[in-house]
């Protein structure tokens, strides 16, 4: 009967069910709830699937869904629209459950990295691990590396480690880069080495191609059509490479950013010595890029008084700058901008503070105080603002009313700092990789705990937490042959009893 409806009472007019329901499509919620109450037949109309199925696609709910995958689009809504909030309120008040991702005993923690909730971290005992925080399925599969010559002596000590979706790339000591696929398994897929140590190591964000930076020495790898691997340019750069980045969504031979000491490149294959900026004595001490915007600070040295450190703002498409901000007397030491929301950008400094920029305007929009040392990471969302400190202190801070609402502390520097709507991980990397208290002989791994380096997630969805959640502790399958009474630990979620 309510399907069958052809003419729709508008004042004086009649129209049809599909003429009315295109005019309904420019309401909203407020006003669609108001028109339900108008007459039973407005009510049918207001409660069309298609309308509420269009208001959830522009709020940003069930992509990935066609109108057929629920049975009752407007419920959807409300249910995705106060999830939303709870997370948001979990956010605030730190309401959730913290886990330690465990590490092999012993093994001094190198570098990490993550992607949608991937975990990667490399050890100094040259083992590479892997965990998925979405499952809670805490045992860390080891990723097998290429054995060395001869297949004897000690692995040498991971120096970067980069995901995406689809690959996972570990840089060594030795110059060794190992490249791993998330969807074939533990062994490496491709494998190659440079004579030098490795300065930098990226990967392409939603691609599959690598750079790494060794000496003055910039090489790309990337697969062909039919998956071989191979190395479509290399570049000599005059100075040693300090940041790299490899530019998303690029169709084509892969494009990188390099930065060497005062010159950054954009490197691409048809021409290799492109320079993006270049000032004598003003090194670059932080970069980040985006499809089509790079982003770094400039150091400079109090030659000219009224020109303060800065970020500078270029666009990869012109090679212009597009605008500078910032003014401050310390350096800053990180950036983000691939992550932030469109025409922003955050960004920490030595003199211990996180601005966020706005890119249209050319001025900083708020200005956060609260660690005790430099920043070392950061990332931003519409609302909320992540920091980690060189001091240990994690900070989540109010964007819009510049307030921190909570902070976390542990010994070492805070070098990675990534978050989505309902889950955090961080990672705590000390400095030292061959710590005192460390064994002589290299077949016992005892370094203490406290100089191992650590890395915290956390989970905010306490919806779902409420019968899977578990302490680490009582998740361990306690299939491992040898164990440390040092290494018995508890997470105790404290805010959720």
């Known amino acids: 009967f309510q399907n069958e409806i052809n003419e729709v009472p508008f004042f004086d007019v009649q129209l049809p069910y599909e003429l009315a329901l295109k005019i309904f499509r420019y309401l909203g919620k407020a006003e669609l709830g108001r028109c339900a109450q108008v007459s039973r037949t407005w009510k049918i109309l207001a409660e069309d699937e298609v309308l509420?199925?269009?208001?959830?696609?522009?709020?940003?709910?069930?992509?990935?869904?066609?109108?057929?995958?629920?049975?009752?689009?407007?419920?959807?809504?409300?249910?995705?629209?106060?999830?939303?909030?709870?997370?948001k309120t979990n956010w605030k008040n730190r309401v959730g459950a913290v886990s330690q991702l465990h590490y092999e005993p012993g093994r001094v923690l190198c570098d990490v990295h993550s992607c949608d909730g991937v975990v990667m971290a490399g050890y100094s005992s040259g083992e590479v691990r892997l965990w998925d925080t979405r499952t809670w399925d805490y045992t860390a599969p080891v990723l097998?590396?290429?054995?060395?010559?001869?297949?004897?002596?000690?692995?040498?000590?991971?120096?970067?480690?980069?995901?995406n979706s689809s690959l996972a790339v570990a840089a060594y000591e030795d110059g060794t880069v190992s490249v791993w696929s998330l969807l074939l398994g533990r062994e490496p897929i491709h494998h190659f080495q440079h004579n030098q140590r490795i300065q930098a190591l990226a990967l392409a964000p939603g691609g599959?191609?690598?750079?790494?930076?060794?000496?003055?020495?910039?090489?790309?790898?990337?697969?062909?059509?039919?998956?071989?691997?191979?190395?479509?340019?290399?570049?000599?750069?005059?100075?040693?490479?300090?940041?790299?980045n490899l530019v998303p969504d690029v169709t084509g031979s892969p494009v990188a950013v390099a930065a060497a000491?005062?010159?950054?490149?954009?490197?691409?294959?048809?021409?290799?010595?492109?320079?993006?900026?270049?000032?004598?004595?003003q090194p670059v001490t932080c970069l980040d890029v985006s499809a089509?915007?790079?982003?770094?600070?400039?150091?400079?040295?109090?030659?000219?008084?009224?020109?303060?450190?800065?970020?500078?703002?270029?666009?990869?498409?012109?090679?212009q700058c597009v605008t500078k901000v910032g003014n401050s007397i310390g350096d800053f030491s990180c950036v983000n901008l691939h992550n932030s929301p469109p025409n922003m950008l955050v960004a920490g400094n030595k003199d211990r503070r996180v601005r966020v920029f706005d890119a249209r305007r050319g001025q900083a929009v708020c200005s956060l105080y609260g660690h005790q040392l430099g920043?070392?990471?950061?990332?931003?969302?519409?609302?909320?603002?992540?920091?980690?400190?060189?001091?240990?202190?994690?900070?989540?801070?109010?964007?819009?009313?510049?307030?921190?609402?909570?902070?976390?502390?542990?010994?070492?520097?805070?070098?990675?700092?990534?978050?989505?709507?309902?889950?955090l991980?961080?990672?705590?990397?000390?400095?030292?990789k061959n710590p005192r208290g460390s064994s002589i002989t290299e077949d016992d791994p005892s370094v203490h705990r406290k100089y191992r380096g650590i890395?915290?997630?956390?989970?905010?969805?306490?919806?779902?937490?409420?019968?899977?959640?578990?302490?680490p502790i009582c998740r361990s399958s306690y299939d491992e042959l040898t164990g440390y009474n040092y290494n018995i630990g508890l997470a105790v979620p404290y805010d959720s009893i």
């Open 52 to 87: 509420w199925y269009h208001l959830c696609q522009e709020e940003g709910y069930l992509l990935d869904m066609s109108i057929s995958d629920h049975f009752c689009w407007k419920l959807a809504l409300k249910n995705c629209r106060a999830r939303e909030h709870m997370l």
């Open 144 to 163: 097998a590396a290429v054995a060395g010559p001869g297949g004897a002596g000690a692995s040498p000590h991971v120096s970067f480690v980069r995901i």
């Open 208 to 244: 599959t191609a690598v750079a790494t930076a060794s000496g003055f020495e910039v090489r790309l790898e990337s697969p062909d059509d039919k998956g071989f691997w191979q190395t479509p340019a290399t570049f000599q750069i005059q100075k040693l490479v300090n940041f790299l």
């Open 261 to 281: 000491e005062d010159i950054v490149y954009l490197l691409k294959a048809e021409d290799p010595g492109k320079v993006l900026h270049s000032v004598y004595g």
């Open 292 to 319: 089509r915007e790079a982003a770094f600070g400039i150091k400079t040295f109090g030659w000219l008084l009224n020109e303060p450190n800065q970020i500078l703002l270029y666009n990869l498409e012109t090679n």
């Open 375 to 423: 920043v070392s990471a950061v990332q931003m969302d519409e609302w909320k603002v992540v920091s980690g400190g060189e001091e240990g202190l994690l900070c989540v801070w109010d964007q819009r009313m510049g307030t921190k609402l909570w902070e976390m502390h542990a010994r070492h520097p805070v070098r990675h700092v990534w978050f989505n709507s309902h889950s």
């Open 425 to 432: 991980i961080t990672a705590n990397i000390p400095e030292e």
């Open 455 to 471: 890395i915290y997630c956390y989970e905010f969805s306490v919806d779902q937490l409420a019968v899977e959640s578990v302490l």
